[in-house]
């Protein structure tokens, strides 16, 4: 069962792992350790080769969010064959930047839109943003609404795909 | 407390847990409204009573009049304190209050009216003898009038909308191109926001500082001062660490800033808790920006610094008593620094971080105070500021209070959504910022430095290990076999 797990956006390493009585071993990077994970109050601590560490964490689907050395890390949790498969398109739809409020749409769904122009304007910590077309094509669906909020990465602006001669 | 036996809080979070806090301490009974998805909050939990008001979307049960002052009546609630935000600098909620024969906890609303215009404020704190930066004076709409101007005063300028706040309808201008483009945008932006679009200019001072002065005043005449804060370190001009005293100002220019802040605040006919925020440059020159007319966020460090519970004495001038000191009873000791914790990704531009609270442990000591409104499990959303807490610590001098911080926010932990904890150590942390060499570009100027730090290849280690064996994709249904597993596959 091999996972790559990256720190705070950092570079993947790999890791597997085989559990033992007493704590597990842990090949990082190809390189074994002896370690083990034991609950301590409401938290843990974590040893690798003697060395132990308290640490508080938490499981969030693919990531596990940890306080460990006076700050907070998030590290990814990744099938490296499960990213394999993703790939689509993500191009045609433009996506929230952040959560927040559609502010003004400029485009309906026909137009045609070229590389750079304001597909609509958010707002957001107060503050306006433009959120702009990525290429040349026309407009699939618009599903932002003025006055409706959106959270993080929901999809504001779909392009039509491109040809297949053009892709 | 011979005042008020039962005062209703028309807010939510922290502040109103802060509230809730001093009624439970003066044995009065508390009321809050809430929204439905605030139903599981501390603040409902820690009042007396709590009253269900709605709306779409929830921020309006807040900034409904009509279902507040309803809750105040049908609990038997004789005061309605505002908090802070929402409805607490509306004059119309003030007089609403007082016109149903209820308390407003706050300043009368001919004070708040007076106060809440910019341009208005401006003029008032002129006649008060009160130092206001260069600017136009009256708002503008023609973009050459404000070219004009800006000649006139002298780049750079600042193109600030009358209603704006909290960064909203504000541009900078260093030249005439920019002075137009900046007077159009900062307009509509104000307009969309506030309904307001009136916009004027001013001198831009180069690295200024924002310090403020708390006063309180009663309805006997008595107006005091409890010194200042400094709030210079800011984003998107919103406050992110706040202190008291001010590590720049001297105890004269403390004692000028004072007076005018006083002499403000007396005519206006003030009552109350309020802020009066002046900005101040290089040389110590200090000029009015505008007065808060109610309780600020950073109103804890004054409290640290002075032992003045601010809430109670909003009270107790409420309830008609007088300000039991005078000016020269009222003295700073120590030094306190207040950070907000806020739901945000401040290496990515700050942006809004959603989510829900997985776990939240917060330091406790001598010398912390935690202020918050929130609960493990807690969804955080786009409802409402993303404030999670203000941790403040307090030290003999300000070199201890900043390590207090620094330790305290070591020991912060909020899992869940992205927070600005370790970014406010970094800053605490910056030579620049331990000097005291504090402006309102600090975080602009030092953001290389603030950058977030790798991991160590030790650290390293030990976080992808505990995050394997704490991760169920690492839950084999079937476990190796002891032996082989030592061995790691060899046979012997």
């Known amino acids: ?110 137009d045609t839109v070229t590389a750079g122009q304001t597909l609509l304007i958010i707002e957001s910590m107060k503050m306006q943003m433009e959120i702009k077309s990525s290429r040349d094509g026309e407009v699939a669906q618009v599903d932002a609404r003025v006055g409706e909020s959106f959270t993080l990465g929901a999809p504001l602006v779909t392009l039509a795909p491109l040809e297949e001669a053009e892709a | 407390m011979s005042g008020f036996k039962k005062v209703l809080v028309a807010n939510r979070g922290e502040i109103a847990c802060r509230v809730l806090r001093t009624l439970r301490r003066l044995d009065i009974a508390s009321v809050v409204v809430y929204h439905e998805i605030d139903h599981d909050s501390p603040a409902v939990r820690d009042a007396d009573e709590a009253v269900l008001i709605t709306g779409t979307p929830p921020v309006s049960a807040y900034l409904d009049i009509a279902q507040i002052i309803a809750a105040a009546k049908s609990t038997g609630a004789e005061a309605i304190h505002p908090g802070f935000g929402f409805l607490s600098e509306k004059a119309e909620f003030a007089q609403a209050v007082v016109d149903a024969g209820l308390v407003f906890i706050g300043p009368p609303a001919s004070a708040i009216s007076a106060m809440g215009d910019k341009i208005e404020s401006k003029k008032l704190a002129a006649l008060a003898g009160v130092t206001t930066v260069p600017g136009s004076g009256d708002a503008i709409d023609d ?204 290496d990515a531009g700050y942006l809004p971080a959603t989510g829900k609270l997985l776990k939240v442990r917060f330091p406790t000591g001598p010398h912390i105070r935690i202020d918050h409104g929130v609960v493990e499990g807690q969804e955080i959303g786009a409802s409402f500021d993303p404030m999670i807490a203000k941790l403040i610590t307090f030290g003999a001098d300000r070199d201890k209070a900043i390590e207090a911080m620094r330790e305290a926010l070591e020991q912060t932990v909020v899992l869940g959504p992205v927070t600005n904890i370790d970014f406010l150590h970094r800053v605490v942390s910056h030579p620049a910022f331990q000097s005291g060499a504090t402006h309102t570009g600090f975080l602009d100027i030092y953001s290389e430095d603030l950058a977030v730090a790798s991991a160590t290849s030790d650290q390293e280690k030990l976080l992808n290990v505990a995050a394997a064996l704490a991760h169920p994709d690492f839950d084999f249904r079937y476990e190796t076999p002891e032996p082989a597993a030592t061995i790691g596959g060899w046979r012997v």
């Open chain 1, 1 to 110: 069962m091999l996972r790559e797990l990256s720190i705070n956006g950092g570079k993947p390493n790999e890791v597997t792992l085989t559990r033992r009585a007493n704590g597990a071993r842990v090949w990082l990077n190809g390189k074994s350790l002896e370690a083990a994970l034991s609950p301590s109050g409401n938290d843990w601590v974590v040893t690798v080769d003697g060395r132990s560490v308290p640490v508080s964490l938490v499981v969030d689907r693919d990531k596990v969010l940890i306080h460990a050395f006076g700050r907070t890390w998030r590290i990814i949790v990744e099938d490296p064959a499960e990213r394999a498969m993703l790939g689509a398109n993500q191009s045609d739809v433009a996506k929230a930047p952040m959560p927040g409020v559609t502010v003004n749409v400029m485009v309906a769904a026909g």
């Open chain 2, 143 to 346: 973009p050459e009038e404000a070219v004009a101007v800006a000649q006139r005063i002298g780049y750079p300028v600042l193109l600030k909308a009358s209603a704006g706040g909290g960064g909203k309808g504000m541009r900078i201008a260093h030249n005439d191109a920019e002075c137009r483009d900046g007077l159009v945008r900062a307009g509509a932006e104000a307009k969309a926001a506030f309904g307001d679009g009136r916009v004027f200019v001013e001198k831009f001072i180069v690295e200024p500082r924002h310090i403020e002065i708390q006063v309180l005043a009663d309805g006997h005449g008595n107006v005091v001062h409890l010194g200042e804060r400094e709030c210079s370190i800011q984003r998107r001009y919103q406050k992110v660490v706040e202190e008291a005293p001010s590590p720049f100002i001297t105890p004269d220019v403390r004692k000028a800033m004072g007076e005018q802040a006083c002499a403000l605040a007396r005519a206006v006919n003030y009552t109350s808790a309020g802020t009066v925020e002046m900005v101040v440059d290089r040389d110590r020159n200090f000029y009015f920006l505008e007065m808060n007319t109610r309780i600020q966020v950073e109103h804890p460090v004054t409290e640290m610094v002075t032992g003045v519970d601010i809430v109670e004495q909003q009270l107790r001038v409420a309830a008609g008593e007088a300000l039991p000191w005078t000016q020269d009873e009222i003295q700073q000791r120590g030094h306190a620094i207040e950070v907000r914790i806020y739901a945000e990704d401040a």
